[in-house]
C-alpha cells in the first residue's frame, strides 16, 4: 500500500473507530499493522480529499468528542449519563461523510443519540449521495465515501439503528438498502456493506485461549487458596488483589466491589 498507494477511487481509505474500551482498542492493534496516522475527527474531511494515498487515515470518537448538546453547553460525562436525550452526535453530519470504514466499539443505550439512525443512512448511502457534491474522486466515480460498518457491539436497532439482524461466520456480511430499509445478500444495491457477528470474540479460539491461558497460568496458585466455604471478604488478607477483584459473586452475594449492579438493576 505504501509503495504503490491505492488507487484514487477510494483512496485515501479512512477509518473511524468509536468507544476507547478493550474492544476499540483491539480494533485498533489489528487496524495498526497497516501504514496509518491518527488524525482529529474534524481533520477526516481534509484527509479524505487531499490526504496521502499510502496511507490510512484513522480517528477515535468519543463521547467527548462526538456529543454535544443542543443548547451548546459543554459535554461532561454526569451530565451526558443524566440527561442523554439533551445530546446530540456530530458524527453523521461531520466525519461520516468522510469514513470509509465504521469500526463501532462504543457502548449505547437510549435515550442517547444514535451514532448513525435510519434518516442518516438514507442521507449518507442513497443512490448519488455524495458523488453529486463531487466529495468522491476517480473514475469510475464511487457513490459515497463510507464502503463498510463494522458494527462489533452487534446491538441490533441501537447505536447504529440500521443493524437490523446478526450476521453469522458463514454469512459476515450484508447490504443496508437506505431506499427500502431492508438488508441483502445482493452487493449490486445501493446501499453499505455492515458486518454485526453476535459471537465475533469466537473467531479467534486459539489465540484466545493461548492469550487468557498465559495471564491466568501466573496466579494458579492464588485460584488454589481461594475456597467457596467462606465469604470472599473474610479471605481478603490471604487472597491476592488480582484474585479479590476477579470475584463478582460470593456465596449468593455480590462480591463489595460489585454491588454497584444491584443498584443498576433497581433503576431498571
Known amino acids: 500500500m505504501k509503495r504503490f498507494n491505492l488507487p484514487r477511487v477510494v483512496a485515501p481509505l479512512t477509518f473511524c473507530f468509536t468507544g476507547s474500551g478493550n474492544v476499540s482498542q483491539g480494533a485498533r492493534s489489528v487496524f495498526e499493522h497497516l501504514p496509518h496516522e491518527y488524525i482529529d ?13 499510502g496511507i490510512c487515515y484513522a480517528t477515535i470518537l468519543s463521547r467527548s468528542n462526538a456529543m454535544m448538546r443542543v443548547d451548546g ?11 442523554g436525550e439533551l445530546y446530540t452526535n456530530i458524527f453523521s453530519e461531520k466525519v461520516a461523510p468522510y469514513t470509509t470504514c465504521l469500526i463501532n466499539g462504543m457502548y449505547w443505550e437510549a435515550p442517547a443519540p444514535r451514532i448513525l439512525d435510519d434518516a442518516d443512512a438514507v442521507r449518507l448511502f442513497g443512490k448519488g449521495s455524495q458523488a453529486k457534491n463531487n466529495i468522491m474522486r476517480g473514475i469510475p466515480q464511487m457513490p459515497h465515501k463510507m464502503l463498510a460498518i463494522a458494527d462489533i457491539t452487534c446491538d441490533i436497532g441501537g447505536s ?15 447490504l443496508y438498502d437506505p431506499k427500502t430499509r431492508t438488508v441483502h445478500n445482493d452487493f449490486s444495491r445501493d446501499g ?11 473467531q479467534l479460539p486459539r489465540e484466545a485461549t493461548e492469550y487468557f491461558g498465559n495471564c491466568l497460568i501466573p496466579h494458579i496458585n492464588d485460584f488454589l487458596s481461594v475456597t467457596h466455604t467462606k465469604p470472599i471478604v473474610s479471605q481478603k ?13 460470593s456465596r449468593g452475594d455480590l462480591a463489595p466491589d460489585y454491588k454497584y449492579i444491584q443498584t443498576l438493576r433497581a433503576e431498571r
Open 41 to 53: 475527527p474534524l481533520d477526516m474531511q481534509e484527509a479524505s480529499i487531499n490526504g496521502d494515498p
Open 160 to 174: 447504529i439503528e440500521f443493524s437490523k439482524e446478526p450476521t453469522t461466520v458463514g454469512n459476515p456480511f450484508q
Open 192 to 202: 453499505v456493506c455492515v458486518m454485526s457477528i453476535d459471537n465475533l470474540p469466537c
Open 237 to 249: 488478607n490471604n487472597t491476592s488483589p488480582c484474585i479479590s477483584r476477579a470475584i463478582i459473586t
Open 73 to 83: 453547553k459543554p459535554y461532561s460525562p454526569e451530565d451526558y449519563a443524566a440527561n
